[in-house]
């Protein structure tokens, strides 16, 4: 017996959840998806308007959020040219232990709604000095340092410009400054030592956060193309003197939110 007829596979969990979501917002299908992490919850308001909410714990597949500071919600918002974006509030962590079909059953989701585009948000630790608390950056690529994946089976997936250079060029055409970093995802949910850090920067790391990375991976695999921007919520341990508290990750967030938003919303209004 192999394991598609052992257990459900996690299409089926997708296909289950998206018929939920198109029928609840009486959409045909979506043309984007966004994951909105610490730091870029007021995004939803500034990218359209919205026509749907639902708690996240009432849709399949989906729970309420453990992290302060995320919404618990998926909304279907509606852009000023009329595209459909389903907005994604409710990250699963790999450090909650629901297991990693749980962490990127929502990116499966967003792939089984129709998007074609995945935005994926988060807040997270900076390597390079000068990327102050507050500043937005792309991701590059990634580093996966959680020894797993989103992948079943042999499923051998190609990662070369898993964050596309075509998306990451139409976020330059709204801020020309936008620095942009390579990701490493750790498991979580400490924070890493000074040494991590140093570790994280030689194998050529600037960012470092506890998502994105495996969900990137689903999104490739579904086929969908993906853009990646991080929020520099604090430098990470050992980068600067003081130590981190997860009350200044919300602070640096909260300070930053609003202009960071407005970003995010042009950028979508020219995906
Ligand atoms: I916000 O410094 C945020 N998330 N791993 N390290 C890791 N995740 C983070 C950090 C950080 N800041």
Redesign the pocket.
Known sequence: MNSRTEKTSFQDNAIRSARAILDESAVEAFDIAVTLG??WGQASRMIGETFWEQDAKNLPGFSASGVLGHAGTLRAVVTPSGRNVLVIGARTHLYEDKGVRAVVHSVRTAAACGARIMVLT?????IKGHWTPGTPVLISDHINLTANSPLEGATFVDLTNLYSTRLRDVARSVDPNLDEGVY???R?PH??TPAE?QMAKVLGGHI???STALEAIAAREAGMEVLGLS?I?????GISPAP?SHQE?ID??ESAEAEISALLAKIMAKL
């Open positions: 610490s730091g988060n807040g997270a630790g900076g490493v995802q750790f979580g924070y890493e850090v470092v956060g506890m929020l919520t604090n430098l990470a341990a981190l990750v640096a967030g």
